[in-house]
């Protein structure tokens, strides 16, 4: 079992910049794929990024890429979401979710019903 915490979430204008962090805790941390999801008000979870175990493959969602970039470092158990150009209709909660992985997978899952574990959610807000 791992538990996520997120962090780095605020206000912040359009074509602004924020870095979220989500810190792992448990077992190990390089067991899990890692995924992060956003949640608008009376929506579902919408896929973000996703990061394989190692680190080596990355997924994005169209309306992110380019801007967003996924990274982890499994030596501090953390995943993180840089956001570039931020734009009011990223406005929402951000999740960070995990999934355990058998060892040499590079799976990226998008589906959040994938994902076993998730943390509590950041809000970031972009004010136009």
């Known amino acids: 079992q791992v538990q996520l915490v997120e962090s780095g979430g605020g206000l912040v204008q359009a074509g602004g910049s924020l870095r979220l962090s989500c810190a792992a805790s448990?077992?190990?941390?390089?067991?899990?794929?890692m995924g992060w999801f956003s949640q608008a008000p009376g929506k579902e979870h919408e896929f973000v990024a996703a990061?394989?175990?190692?680190?080596?493959?990355?997924n994005y969602a169209d309306s992110v890429k380019g801007r967003f970039t996924i990274s982890r470092d499994n030596a501090k158990d953390t995943v993180y979401l840089q956001m570039n150009s931020l734009k009011p209709e990223d406005t929402a909660v951000y999740y960070c979710?995990?999934?355990?992985?058998?060892?040499?997978?590079?799976?990226?899952?998008?589906?959040?019903?994938?994902?076993?574990?998730w943390g509590q959610g950041t809000q970031v807000t972009v004010s136009s």
């Open positions: 979710a995990a999934v355990p992985l058998f060892m040499g997978s590079d799976y990226v899952p998008s589906r959040p019903g994938t994902y076993n574990y």
């Open positions: 448990g077992r190990a941390f390089s067991s899990y794929a």
């Open positions: 990061i394989s175990r190692s680190g080596g493959r990355m």
